[in-house]
């Protein structure tokens, strides 16, 4: 029966190249050491060399204790190993030291025959020798190749890797880099992601030499701040983490946030590796939120202030509403009287009387409404011309001044400031219609009104050379319904001051008073002026 060939298995024909791959692995983990024997320095090869020819002579000496037979046989493996450890070097210092013992000391050669055999000896170690300086040779090209090849895995490595992280590098909304920043304060960047052209304004070669074009474009107010953080940061090894304006070709004053680890060099610079990136919307965001934050606390504050006004306005309100309400009461019952009476005399007076309080009353609501509204209304601030405003104020009081004959002098520059302009009018209404109110008996009212800048502040004094009051009632005579003269001498509510330090109070201005008696008095006003 014919017998049947099977075809070589996977198996079979993989044989040959593992026990190649096991040989070459073999090689590759071999060469390096003895290449690292063939690389010693001279003398170490030499001292290999003694050292094989004082085992030859030893081996020799305890092998055949005499002289004789096969001298030369068995110094061919000692030489063999120097030769193939330490290249031609060892080999040659070996075969000198065998040479000259086996001449000096075993067997001088005597004779055609002797001579023939050392020929022969120092043949056959030349060649040992060539062939371990071709062995040598070869391990150390397989060393360098494996070498060469194992950088060159390393360095397609290292490129993938570049390209990787240059291509996260570029994906990040900042800029990754390396600060090198040297012991003479020269500064420079050694490594730059792509996408510095968008974060700093500048091209990475414009910078990787020299970073002087970049640093100068860091805000003047923040420079100082950023070279004392990285002279601490250099000197303790700590991060850095910063935030700094700078100045961006395209996109003006930015904010960048920086961090980055600081590395010691063998010369003594420092190198940080770090990340920058552009929070100019977050800062915004943090300045909206707190402007925000702040005005909600103004106005708590406000509301507050506006509460115990209110409350102690509502309780002296009270108080003085219930005297004309009073009045009209006690006088309706004589009304009553004087009709049943027919006594036209009583029913005249009880009725002027009972009038006269109702008036009374009906002022006295309307200044409430009116003091409610400047409280509780909201701010319209506009940017206006202060004399402007002054001059419209007055032409609103030119009734009042003409029947007066009151003497009216401004002296006010042209300046802007902000305020509400109805409730700035309603301020100098008052002051000006307070200061022509309360004049001496029988003179002529004369008012200044000046204005001038000091510091960036706004002064405005409105000064009268009227009745006056006794310097301990300057703050008093801004609470509601505070008099210091009687109704009947000059009438009124008493609310008209207190009207204009609420609004003062509005707009953050102060508002202040001083006076003598019977020698005038002056309202100042002081405001800050907008940027």
């Known amino acids: 029966m014919p017998s049947l060939k099977m075809p070589p298995t996977a198996a079979s024909s993989d044989l040959p190249r593992a026990e190649h791959g096991r040989v070459r692995a073999l ?5 390096p050491r003895v290449a690292r024997w063939y690389r010693s320095p001279l003398s170490w090869r030499i001292a290999i060399g003694l050292l094989a020819a004082a085992v030859a002579i030893v081996w020799r000496i305890l092998i055949t204790g005499e002289s004789g037979g096969h001298l030369y046989v068995t110094f061919h493996l000692p030489l063999l190993v120097a030769s193939f450890i330490g290249g031609a070097a060892s080999g040659v210092t070996s075969l000198i030291v065998i040479v000259a013992v086996i001449q000096f000391w075993l067997a001088p050669v005597e004779g055609l025959e002797d001579a ?9 170690d030349a060649f040992i020798i060539i062939g371990g300086e071709a062995f040598q040779r070869t391990l150390t090209h397989i060393d360098n190749l494996e070498t060469r090849h194992a950088m060159e895995r390393l360095a397609a490595q290292n490129a993938r ?14 800029v990754v880099f390396s600060f090198r920043l040297d012991t003479g304060g020269f500064s420079s960047c050694p490594y730059l992601a792509e996408n510095v052209r968008n974060v700093f304004g500048v091209a990475p070669e414009e910078i990787c030499v020299n970073a002087a074009p970049m640093l100068r474009r860091i805000h003047g107010d923040d420079a100082e701040r950023m070279r004392a953080s990285f002279a601490r940061s250099a000197a303790q090894m700590t991060l850095l983490r910063e935030e700094f304006r700078y100045n961006h070709p395209s996109k003006g004053t930015i904010w960048l946030e920086t961090q980055a680890q600081p590395v010691r060099q063998a010369d003594g610079s420092t190198i940080w590796h770090g990340y920058s990136q552009d929070v100019t919307e977050r800062r915004r965001e943090e300045a909206a939120r707190l402007a925000a934050e702040r005005a909600l606390e103004q106005r708590i504050v406000e509301l507050e202030r506006v509460n115990e ?17 009073r009045k009209i009461v006690a006088f309706s019952q004589m009304l009553d009287a004087a009709v049943a009476s027919s ?56 009734e009042l001044i003409e029947e007066s004959g009151a003497d009216v002098s401004l002296d006010a520059p042209c300046v802007e400031f902000e305020a509400d302009p109805p409730q700035f009018a309603r301020l100098m209404h ?7 109110k309360f004049r001496r008996p029988g003179e002529t009212p004369r008012i200044v009104i000046h204005a001038h800048v000091e510091d960036s502040l706004l002064r405005l004094s409105v000064s009268d050379d009227g009745v006056g009051f006794e310097a301990k009632y300057a703050s008093a005579i801004f609470e509601p319904f505070k008099r210091l003269h009687s109704k009947a001498e000059y009438p009124g509510t008493g609310i008209g001051l207190a009207i204009c330090k609420t609004i003062a109070d509005r707009h953050g201005w102060t508002l202040t008073a001083r006076s003598q008696p019977l020698q005038g008095a002056t309202f100042e006003l002081t405001m800050r002026l907008p940027s």
């Open 116 to 124: 023939l055999a050392f020929s022969a000896f120092l043949t056959t």
């Open 430 to 436: 008052n002051l000006v219609s307070n200061a022509i």
């Open 27 to 31: 090689i590759a983990t071999l060469a």
């Open 343 to 398: 006594d036209q005399k009583d029913i005249s007076y009880a009725s002027e009387v009972m009038r006269g309080s109702a008036l009374r009353a009906r002022e006295l609501v309307e200044d409430l409404l009116v003091y409610s509204r400047i409280v509780e209304a909201p701010l319209k601030v506009q940017r206006r011309d202060l004399r402007v405003e002054i001059q419209s104020a007055l032409t609103d009081l030119s």
């Open 161 to 174: 890797l570049v390209e990787q992280f240059g291509n996260v590098a570029l994906a990040a909304p900042g």
């Open 309 to 325: 006004r209110l409350a102690r306005f509502a309780y002296v309100a009270s108080h003085d509403l219930q005297e004309p309400l």
